[in-house]
């Protein structure tokens, strides 16, 4: 069992890590969470720009998490533009900056560097709407990428990165609705493609959480992968 110290202002986070069955007791002080297990102490911080390892965690390699002294998950704004551009940026099939569309209030500038922890140093550009959402944020991305030889191939790119995820997971079926994720940790997201040569537009809808995914869920999520513990612990 650990004892784990956590930021009281991350809403959610102490009655989340409360909550944990490997969590004997919960205190607050820290600027994320910090633990140790036996001599070994250890912390997860939000949008560190100062830590080595940092990004969404579900386009980290697992073994540098569960050795790492330090890692830190991204700020709530960064959360969905990486789950778009990610595996696009990776697959080296971004051509420009991206454009993005986003309920949230987001430091251009900032998102720009965050991006660069999921392989995409080109910029962006961003445009903030408010919208009535609850607790729930959405974003759009409008990526222009070089056109695949076979369509597929961009479905096969997401499936690969995020197919197995707890908690990203693709809906191109149900109504474009908040209810997908309010009250949960997950993120959904779904994908147009508008094909030309030599290029075509990718266009990503996303939403999550800010009490979820973009909040507490990532921060819980990291904390089971750093200890070896099935990723969706406490967090179902």
């Not at 995409?120 to 609850?134: A, M, R, Y």
């Amino acid at each position: 069992m650990i004892q784990v110290k956590a930021n009281p202002d991350v809403p959610g986070l102490v009655s989340a890590l409360s909550r944990h069955p490997r969590v004997e007791s919960v205190t607050t002080g820290s600027s994320g969470i910090s633990f140790a297990i036996n001599d070994w102490h250890r912390e997860l911080r939000i949008a560190d720009r100062d830590c080595e390892l940092a990004g969404l965690i579900e386009l980290m390699d697992n073994n540098p998490l569960v050795c790492a002294d330090v890692v830190s998950v991204l700020p709530a704004s960064a959360v969905l533009p990486s789950i778009a551009i990610g595996p696009l940026a990776q697959a080296g099939l971004l051509v420009e900056a991206p454009t993005i569309l986003t309920s949230m209030e987001t430091d251009e500038d900032d998102l720009a560097y965050w991006l660069t922890r999921s392989g995409w140093d080109g910029g962006v550009t961003v445009s903030h709407t408010e919208l009535e959402l609850g607790s729930v944020a959405a974003t759009t991305v409008m990526a222009a990428i070089t056109t695949p030889s076979d369509p597929s191939d961009i479905d096969d790119l997401f499936e690969e990165r995020y197919g197995r995820s707890f908690f990203i997971q693709r809906n191109e079926t149900d109504p474009w609705d908040i209810k997908l994720v309010q009250g949960s940790n997950k993120a959904v997201y779904r994908l147009r493609w508008t094909p030309d040569e030599p290029h075509s537009l990718l266009t990503i809808q996303l939403m999550a959480d800010l009490n979820g995914k973009l909040g507490p869920g990532q921060i819980v999520h990291c904390f089971n992968v750093m200890n070896g513990f099935e990723e969706s612990l406490a967090l179902d």
